[in-house]
């Protein structure tokens, strides 16, 4: 039996699992949060106009809205900056001295 969760990559068009590979459960499709990165410029108010919402950063871990609906403020928790800073921090490499190396 697996650990009951799986990742799959799928494009939003594409028929969700019905069943999981490793142990034939039924299992259900969550859809996770997507960024949109465009290349070059694009006006804000075009944007805005397409239901998109234009947020600039403001300061570490704060953005403000420019342009469209939404929040006028979107600020990460101290929490949540330290997650980010421990994702972003290597793992230290440990050396057993004590263990033979055969």
Do not use: N
């Not at 799959?8 to 142990?23: D, K, R, S």
């Not at 465009?38 to 600039?56: A, E, I, M």
């Amino acid at each position: 039996m697996c650990d009951g969760r799986i990742d799959v990559i799928q494009t939003i068009h594409e028929a969700p699992l019905e069943f999981c590979p490793w142990c034939g459960l039924p299992i259900r499709r969550i859809v996770s949060r997507a960024v949109i990165m465009l290349s070059g410029t694009v006006p804000d108010d075009k944007t805005s106009r397409k239901g998109f919402t234009t947020f600039r950063r403001a300061e570490r871990g704060v953005w403000e809205k420019i342009a469209g609906e939404g929040p006028d403020l979107l600020a990460g928790t101290k929490e949540d900056m330290e997650a980010v800073d421990a994702e972003k921090t290597p793992p230290k490499k440990v050396i057993d001295l004590d263990a033979d190396s055969d």
